[in-house]
């Protein structure tokens, strides 16, 4: 069956570090995939793309790998800081690229400790 | 550029009761999301329009939810008659012709 894990439910850096999440996904033949930040209360907000032929992509102090032989993506969020903490979704497409449609992880709580 | 709107942001209601959400996307962008975010768990897709025609509908609960975009822009999702099982947060999405995806707040649903 289709499956998309994100490593942990919670974790906890100190502020300076680097946080990695991973995404983990089975049976999937995504063309493209998705990383999103939600605050509590608050809808999902984009932050970065990555395709299937890319093998990283940057933006600021964020980076996203995708490697599609291990069917992994890695999110770093460089130089952390406190306003990181959040739900930080995996978002991968679920149609080969078709219908932009997106099937989400269940996300990990990022809390970065001053 | 002002972002997706949705109304209520929150409701409470008894279960086998009706309730419906409404959404305004982006203006011009022509897909629209309907998703059920259950607390822990990410976003779930219930339905995609394109414009005003269905995309996917497979995931939802056709015997006691509907939705309905008129017009290619506002769109409504009904429930009805809500179960305990629907308490949610129900997120609306809309895209332009690329894959990002905006999100309104969400309303969040509590049935009793």
């Known amino acids: 069956s289709q499956k998309i894990e994100q490593n942990s439910e919670a974790l906890n850096i100190q502020e300076g570090k680097t946080a990695t999440l991973t995404c983990n996904y089975t049976?999937?033949?995504?063309?493209?995939l998705q990383w999103y930040r939600q605050d509590p209360g608050r809808g999902p907000v984009f932050l970065l793309l990555?395709?299937?032929?890319?093998k990283e992509k940057r933006k600021e102090r964020l980076k996203v790998t995708f490697d599609t032989t291990l069917k992994q993506s890695l999110f770093h969020i460089t130089a952390s800081q406190p306003a990181d903490s959040a739900t930080y979704l995996c978002?991968?497409?679920?149609?080969?690229?078709?219908?932009?449609?997106?099937?989400f992880g269940s996300g990990t709580q990022l809390t970065v400790l001053p | 550029e002002a972002g997706v709107a949705q109304s209520p942001r929150y409701k409470i209601i008894e279960k086998r009761q009706s309730v419906a959400f409404w959404c305004n996307p982006i203006s011009g962008h022509a897909t629209l999301y309907w998703y059920q975010q259950i607390l822990g768990q990410g976003p779930k897709l219930l339905i995609q329009f394109q414009n005003n025609g269905v995309v996917d509908d497979s995931q939802l609960p056709k015997d006691r939810f509907s939705a309905e975009r008129l017009k290619g822009v506002d769109s409504t999702l009904k429930i009805q008659p809500a179960k305990l099982e629907d308490s949610a947060v129900y997120l609306c999405?809309?895209?332009?012709?690329?894959?990002?995806?905006?999100f309104g707040p969400g309303t969040r649903l509590t049935v009793l």
């Open positions: 990555i395709r299937e032929n890319e």
């Open positions: 978002a991968l497409d679920a149609t080969g690229g078709s219908a932009r449609q997106l099937t």
């Open positions: 049976n999937y033949s995504p063309a493209y």
């Open positions: 999405a809309s895209s332009p012709m690329n894959n990002e995806q905006f």
